[in-house]
């Protein structure tokens, strides 16, 4: 079974620039989630998504993050403009909760964004 | 203070120790803990998920939970070089997938 896939798996960007990053889930998977994780931190949840419909976004930064996620499959996340203190690993995490049935979530590699 | 506390080391041990890992937590609504791992460059991945309190074993990795103090505690036996790695605590209050909040994550290295 093929993993979460994201890309790029780098970037670098200078200060008040735009990014995008790119999430496909393992096939099934109505769940969607984007954690940040900055450079000797545990992983923080941006924001879920079941199937294309936000579940929970109240720690993503509106004013500068978006995401979506069209067709409920793939999902990206931008930001614009990026700041400094946006350098981090940005995760993609799937797993099958459709809100009944407890599962585990699966994560991506990342994609690790530095801001110059 | 944070909802999730964890020592973020670094640790270093020999070959074949017993490694102990903790986390404590201020949340009383978790109900779920996990301990992932993460290796250098890689996602997490789920090591141990427990249900509220008790001990789970799962080969050389145990998992133990103390809900009334708030404690949740990763044992590593016979530890092995492949063992070096980032260990994240998590916790959430609706899930193994739900909200997770983790902790710093603990470094460790086992030196053979």
């Known amino acids: 079974e093929a993993g979460v896939a994201q890309s790029p798996r780098y970037k670098i960007i200078e200060k008040r620039q735009s990014v995008a990053f790119w999430c496909n889930p393992i096939?099934?998977?109505?769940?969607l989630y984007w954690y940040q994780q900055i450079l000797g931190q545990g992983p923080k949840l941006l924001i879920q998504?079941?199937?294309?419909?936000?579940?929970?976004d109240s720690q993503l930064p509106k004013d500068r993050f978006s995401a979506e996620r069209l067709k409920g499959v793939d999902s990206t996340l931008k930001i614009q403009p990026a700041k400094l203190e946006d350098s981090a690993v940005y995760l993609c995490?799937?797993?099958?909760?459709?809100?009944?049935?407890?599962?585990?979530?699966?994560f991506g590699q990342g994609t690790r964004l530095t801001v110059v | 203070q944070k909802e999730v506390e964890q020592d973020p080391g670094p640790l270093s041990v020999p070959e074949g120790a017993i490694v102990s890992l903790n986390c404590t937590y201020s949340?009383?609504?978790?109900?779920?803990f996990m301990w992932y791992r993460q290796y250098s460059r890689k996602g997490p991945e789920l090591l141990m998920y427990?249900?509220?309190?008790g001990n789970k074993e799962d080969g050389r990795f145990t998992a133990q939970v103390d809900k009334s103090s708030k404690y949740i505690s990763l044992f590593i036996r016979d530890s092995q070089p492949s063992d070096s790695a980032t260990y994240l605590c998590?916790?959430?209050?609706?899930?193994?997938?739900?909200?997770?909040?983790f902790g710093q994550g603990t470094r460790l290295t086992i030196n053979p």
């Open positions: 998590a916790m959430s209050g609706g899930g193994g997938a739900q909200k997770l909040v």
């Open positions: 998504f079941q199937n294309n419909g936000v579940v929970d």
């Open positions: 995490a799937s797993s099958t909760w459709t809100g009944r049935r407890d599962t585990e979530a699966f």
């Open positions: 949340n009383s609504a978790f109900q779920y």
């Open positions: 427990t249900y509220s309190s």
């Open positions: 096939s099934g998977h109505a769940t």
